[in-house]
């Protein structure tokens, strides 16, 4: 059975500095890895996607998440954060595209 | 495309009442999910279909949930009799099978009294 965890409830950051949000992912078989972004009260929005190719994956809105099967992590990154940036965060991987299980969530709050 | 559609939007009823929230698919995919979100318990998968047939519905919590998908474009979500505890934001979310990405509907906000 395929698991995700999402290790931080909350991450901080300044506007302007680099921001991680990390995943890591146990899952039989070969990985899809997905990162979806929530605002308030609003459903979640598809960000990136790994299925195979390079391990760097780039996505909307500047973000970019890194593959690494030895470590078995899927971390969330962008070079500069923004405010508008601050958000709930969702890992998520499903084991050959079906059975899809999410992380609980990380919380960013970039700050002014 | 619209997206996927959801609706109610809101829903406020009372406790015993029967709430049915419905869900449509984007055209053209061929699997659907239904999950609840609250702040206690974050996002949970509640049932899936592939191909209208449901797969898995390990995630309903109990027989007042059910689920039905009569035809690609369309699924709902019944709860009879519902309690306060059902309170949350329901989301649909629908993907083309295999190797992409869910997309999700706005959700439907749910009030049991």
């Known amino acids: 059975a395929q698991s995700v965890a999402q290790p931080e409830d909350q991450v901080n950051v300044a506007e302007g500095n680099p921001l991680t949000v990390k995943c890591t992912y146990s899952?039989?078989?070969?990985?899809?890895l997905f990162w979806y972004v929530q605002y308030p009260n609003r459903g979640l929005q598809f960000l990136l996607k790994?299925?195979?190719?390079?391990?760097l994956v780039k996505g909307s809105y500047g973000f970019e998440a890194e593959f690494n099967k030895s470590q078995t992590s899927f971390h969330l990154k962008k070079p500069s954060a923004l405010v508008s940036d601050s958000a709930l965060y969702f890992c998520?991987?499903?084991?050959?595209?079906?059975?899809?299980?999410f992380g609980p969530g990380t919380r960013l709050s970039v700050l002014p | 495309d619209a997206g996927v559609i959801q609706s109610p939007r809101h829903e406020v009823t009372e406790m015993g009442q029967e709430v049915t929230l419905r869900c449509k698919p984007i055209?053209?995919?061929?699997?659907l999910f239904w999950y609840r979100q609250t702040m206690m318990r974050g996002l949970e998968l509640l049932i899936y279909?592939?191909?209208?047939?449901?797969?898995?519905d390990s995630g309903m919590p109990e027989d007042r949930f059910s689920a039905k998908m009569p035809n690609a474009s369309f699924s709902t979500l019944k709860i009879q009799p519902s309690e306060p505890r059902d309170s949350a934001v329901y989301f649909c979310?629908?993907?083309?099978?295999?190797?992409?990405?869910?997309?999700f509907g706005p959700g439907t906000r749910l009030t049991v009294l």
């Open positions: 998520a991987v499903s084991a050959y595209g079906q059975n899809f299980v």
């Open positions: 899952v039989s078989g070969n990985p899809y």
């Open positions: 790994y299925i195979t190719g390079d391990n």
């Open positions: 055209s053209g995919h061929n699997s």
């Open positions: 279909f592939n191909n209208n047939v449901p797969i898995d």
């Open positions: 979310a629908s993907l083309l099978l295999p190797g992409n990405e869910q997309f």
